[in-house]
């Protein structure tokens, strides 16, 4: 018990602190002391107290000639080395474990490689049959869910080398998959503003699949999260239960990976 409540124990100068810091952190440049203290909510004599202790540690700077305060270098130093520890499939792992719990389907975590999207985590499922998720495998661009939300959130100009790659691929195939249609910008943004991309039957004419992205520190896509299952299991009504899961999975993950505004509102939901 006194275990516990030691743990629970805070110090409360470092999260008023805090609220100064965040302060600086929300603002589009530097500020003068009395506009953070009002935006903090304390008294300005309270808030330069904290920002002369917090300039002496270099977590914020005061410009001579304006007196007003911004974050410091060490504040830059520290974001800098906690974007370098972030791991997408690490902080991805739980996740990805909980919602094939919740669902019995198979998830799997691809990332953006030179060929196109290749999984690199899985989390097996019940429902997937003898269905097989391989690690390494690159999926198709054009055909896959997990592709749309590539081609959907990167820059034309990474995503069309592998492009190249599969139409030449396809090319010599019989059975290849048909062109992309006129529409497919619009499709592209249709995902965008959705959130997620959703097929069946183009990869196993059996299976169904959800894919969403996850998003870094600087919004950009860092890698898509997809969720694959029976086509007849995931029929209209069970899709949007499943769909929320999926959301709910990778704004988490976003989250974690300092994305600003992860994830979409269950009222956005179609």
Known sequence: MEATERSRRRVQSIEVGFRVLRVLRMADGPLPLR????????????????????????????????G???????AIQLGLAAIRQLDVVTLASTAMTELRDQTDCAIYLTLWGDRGPCIVAKADGTLQGAFSVRLGYILPLTTSATGFVFLAHLPQYETERALEAQRAYDATRKDAPAPIAEDF???????????????????????????????????????????????????????KELRKLLLNATQSVSQRMGAAGAGKDEAQER
């Open 35 to 66: 506009e953070i203290a009002a935006r903090a909510g304390m008294p300005t004599s309270k808030a330069h107290l904290y920002l002369v202790s917090f300039v002496y540690e270099n977590m914020a700077y005061q410009d001579l000639q304006t």
């Open 68 to 74: 007003y305060y911004g974050l410091g270098s060490f």
């Open 185 to 239: 910008a619009e499709n592209l943004e249709k995902i965008r503003q959705d959130g997620y991309a959703s097929t069946v039957g183009m990869l196993n004419r059996n299976f169904a699949a959800i894919a969403a992205p996850v998003f870094d520190y600087s919004n950009r896509i860092a890698a898509t999260m997809t969720l694959l299952g029976p086509s007849d299991y995931l029929g209209r009504t069970r899709q």
